[in-house]
């Protein structure tokens, strides 16, 4: 099974795709995630990526699905896959589309996370994130054991320069723009669409999302 969850900045994809994937056994694919690791390791595709990143440059599609695919090649046909976050753009879901087919899989539901801007703004301003790991905090909602520490790995968190209230305004803006068409794509590809309210606790959330999960199956 393939799932992709979609939604603005803020509203608790990663948060929520974390949790299931370690519930349930399955894949979280975060592409910033994908990323660090490349960027980490030094693989050719991480190279390639910092490239783009140092100049100050969107990495490419073409880099992203590859990274998708390689990512994909190690991940056995039994584990569900979620897809946080990703893709962004009518382009890059015609891109996701080809790679699964690559590798005999398909995406079999859509997830879209939906909040009032509003809602989100606070989150973000709250967010605090680990630049080692990756796990997202959030001073309001999800807070850390210890404060600026990482749970997960002991780094220090970070309070990202895009999450200042005026940021997050242009950044929901764009998701908007670019983003939101997404729906309208995957509705007119026929994968099933279930619509989850965000703008409530983690666990309410996360009770509504594995329900909507379970149900793609």
Not at 61 to 85: K, N, Q, S, Y
Not at 95 to 103: A, F, K, R
Not at 155 to 171: F, K, N, W, Y
Request: with cysteine.
């Amino acid at each position: 099974m393939v799932v992709i969850l979609l939604g603005p900045p803020g509203v608790g994809k990663g948060t929520q795709a974390v949790r299931l994937a370690e519930e349930s056994h399955a894949a979280h694919v975060s592409t910033g995630d994908l990323l660090r690791a490349a960027r980490r390791d030094g693989t050719d595709l991480g190279r390639q990526a910092q490239e783009f990143m140092d100049s100050g440059e969107l990495v490419p599609d073409a880099l992203i699905l590859g990274l998708v695919r390689e990512h994909l090649a190690g991940i056995g046909p039994e584990t569900d896959v979620l897809f946080d976050g990703f893709p962004r753009t009518t382009a890059q879901a015609t891109g996701l589309s080809d790679v699964l087919t690559e590798v005999g899989r398909q995406v079999d539901g859509v997830v879209l996370f939906e909040a009032p801007d509003e809602a989100l703004i606070k989150r973000l301003s709250g967010r605090r994130s680990c630049p080692d790991c990756g796990a997202v905090y959030n001073v309001h909602f999800n807070p850390s054991g210890v404060d600026d520490t990482c749970d997960r790995c002991g780094g220090s968190l970070v309070h990202r320069a895009d999450d200042s209230p005026e940021t997050v305004s242009r950044r929901l803006e764009v998701y908007q723009e670019q983003t939101a068409p997404l729906v309208s794509y995957y509705a007119s590809h026929e994968a099933p669409l279930e619509r989850v309210r965000a703008d409530r606790s983690v666990d309410e959330v996360y009770t509504d999302f594995r329900s909507v999960v379970g149900g793609i199956r």
